[in-house]
């Protein structure tokens, strides 16, 4: 069994409105959003003057906060804004990534901001696990990259490109007879990206808890399209400290040419929970908190930036009371703000 990091769906399907006005309900699915969004508010402007990435007004912690905010709930919503007015990647849906980038990317041309991005939607995603589905077969998939890139279009992005498939082909838990297939989707996926003229590619490369020597991702990385790509991503999803990522992606970077990477620092601020099981401790750990805001002014010069790729406050899965995977749970991500030590 493999150690996990967690469980997700394409963040981009969030909840209706009607959930984010109650605390924790969940139904079985996320819910697509409703006709009339909420109008768009900015971001508190000292927060976006740290970062060049695009913060979602639509976000799920967004319409939280207007929620709260109608309720009465001020100081609640104050607290929340910790992750409302920051930016977060914005998971291309399975099904069509198209309106969703298409809307992400006129209102982060307007910003004059950068797009965070992350494709998850490969054939035999996640083994089956939580996060289950994909695309139906490699045409299928071939369609749904060339799809998230066209309407990438011009506008500046980074891309994430494709949470644990090369991992999961390292450890065994992707089947043999599918790796090749694998491999070679992703190195097309980097290619048909890397054609946009202002789009930036990180292959995932897990984290270091997962595949503990990172010498043997080196090769598959390689094989993935990590030669025409920009670099390299770690820790998406997991709480692993931002220096145990450093070293780890140094050592992958020594041994891949010099390439950079980016770490996600979503939930990583109080690191991994102590004591726990490791083949369960991914799954929506308690007492956790936001890590460093995201930025591309890291003082390393391998690391691009740090991000949030895992929108924090999104449910690893249905484990410690926790709703389905990628479902918007506002109990988890107000405990997550609370515990920031970044006021």
Request: with cysteine.
């Given at each position: 069994m493999p150690v996990r990091r967690r469980a997700r769906t394409p963040l981009t399907t969030a909840v209706v409105l009607a959930l984010a006005l109650t605390a924790p309900a969940c139904s079985n699915a996320p819910a697509a959003r409703p006709e009339s969004a909420p109008p768009e508010r900015p971001a508190a402007v000292g927060i976006l003057d740290e970062s060049p990435f695009w913060v979602d007004p639509q976000s799920d912690a967004a319409r939280q906060v207007a929620a709260w905010e109608a309720q009465g709930r001020n100081g609640d919503a104050q607290v929340l804004r910790r992750i409302?007015?920051?930016?977060?990647?914005?998971?291309?849906?399975?099904?069509?990534?198209?309106?969703?980038?298409?809307?992400?990317?006129e209102s982060a041309r307007a910003a004059g901001r950068t797009l965070v991005l992350t494709a998850y939607n490969i054939p035999y995603r996640d083994c089956g696990q939580h996060s289950a589905g994909g695309a139906a077969g490699a045409a299928a998939y071939r369609s749904w990259i060339g799809a998230f890139a066209d309407n990438i279009a011009d506008n500046k992005a980074l891309v994430i490109l494709e949470p644990d498939a090369v991992?999961?082909?390292?450890?065994?838990?992707?089947?043999?007879?599918?790796?090749?297939?694998?491999?070679?989707?992703?190195?097309?996926?980097?290619?048909r990206l890397k054609r946009n003229k202002n789009t930036k590619v990180y292959l995932d490369a897990g984290n270091p808890d997962w595949i503990p020597d990172p010498m043997k991702l080196v090769g598959p990385l390689y094989r993935a399209g990590l030669e025409h790509a920009d670099g390299f991503s770690l820790n998406v999803s997991n709480f692993q400290p931002d220096t145990a990522a450093r070293e780890y992606g140094a050592a992958i970077s020594k041994a891949a040419g010099g390439k950079h990477f980016v770490i996600d620092t979503s939930r990583n601020g109080a690191g991994p929970l102590p004591g726990a099981d490791r083949a369960?401790?991914?799954?929506?750990?308690?007492?956790?908190?936001?890590?460093?805001?995201?930025?591309?002014?890291?003082?390393?010069?391998?690391?691009d930036a740090y991000l949030w790729i895992k929108r924090p406050g999104e449910s690893d899965g249905p484990c410690r009371g926790g709703p389905p995977a990628g479902t918007w749970w506002p109990d988890y991500a107000l405990g997550l703000a609370r515990r920031s030590t970044d006021q």
């Open positions: 409302s007015d920051r930016p977060m990647s914005l998971w291309g849906p399975g099904d069509d990534p198209g309106p969703q980038i298409r809307r992400a990317g991992p999961h082909v390292v450890d065994g838990c992707t089947r043999a007879d599918h790796h090749d297939e694998r491999l070679r989707l992703l190195s097309e996926a980097v290619d369960h401790s991914w799954c929506n750990p308690p007492g956790r908190a936001l890590g460093t805001p995201p930025t591309d002014r890291t003082g390393d010069p391998l690391v």
